[in-house]
């Protein structure tokens, strides 16, 4: 069946570091990726989006690679601040109104 | 931000009683989307709507029923709450119905004793 599924359920890097969060997903008909994060007793934060004719996406500190031949994709966050702690998760749009959500990626940057 | 407004955000109460829960939007989009998030399990879609009046199902919406009578409203009522719909209930909103960025609210904390 569909599935969004996450490597690591929990991350912990150095502060300064860059940190890497992956995610499969098994929909190769899925057309558009987000990454959101979400910190504790908050809503999901949207952070970056990427489509699938795309390869790279980058933001502000944040990268967003998708691999359609691997059916994988990642989030790189460059030098990981306190602030970046959060829980990530990414979700894949395999139909209108439909979005299949991971069950995420708890991040936490030690000083 | 987004301008999503959910109320309440936190809520105890008794099996068999009614809830209803708010979403307001002060963006002007078009789709709404109520979700629940629970541990162990990705957001799950529960109603969505692509319009005023325009609603439908998701994968979890049984026991929930929904209501958009304008733009900016999206109610979620749980006509006779159970214990297995203690939930924090996220409402999300979108311009577009597909690749269109997905914007969440903060989320209200349902407990049922």
């Known amino acids: 069946g569909e599935s969004v599924g996450l490597h690591l359920p929990t991350l912990s890097v150095q502060e300064g570091d860059n940190s890497i969060i992956n995610c499969a997903y098994s929909n190769s008909a899925s057309d558009y990726f987000i990454w959101y994060k979400q910190e504790s007793g908050k809503g999901p934060q949207f952070i970056i989006d990427?489509?699938?004719?795309?390869d790279k996406r980058q933001g502000q500190r944040v990268t967003v690679l998708l691999n359609k031949t691997v059916k994988h994709l990642s989030l790189q966050i460059a030098a990981t601040q306190p602030g970046d702690s959060a829980v990530y998760f990414c979700a894949e749009q395999t139909g209108t109104y439909k979005y299949i959500f991971g069950t995420g990626t708890r991040l936490k940057v030690l000083a | 931000d987004a301008g999503i407004t959910q109320s309440p955000r936190h809520k105890v109460t008794e099996t068999g009683t009614p809830v209803t829960l708010r979403c307001h939007q002060t963006e002007n989009h078009r789709y709404m989307y109520w979700y629940r998030q629970d541990p162990g399990h990705g957001l799950r879609l529960i109603h969505y709507?692509?319009?005023?009046?325009?609603?439908d199902k998701g994968e979890v919406s049984d026991g929930y029923s929904v209501s958009r009578s304008k733009t900016e409203d999206f109610l979620l009522t749980l006509e006779s709450a159970t214990s297995s719909q203690t939930s924090v209930y996220f409402c999300?909103?979108?311009?577009?119905?597909?690749?269109?960025?997905?914007?969440f609210g903060e989320g209200s904390r349902l407990t049922v004793l």
């Open positions: 990427i489509r699938s004719n795309m």
């Open positions: 999300a909103i979108s311009e577009a119905g597909l690749a269109g960025e997905l914007f």
């Open positions: 709507s692509y319009g005023v009046k325009d609603t």
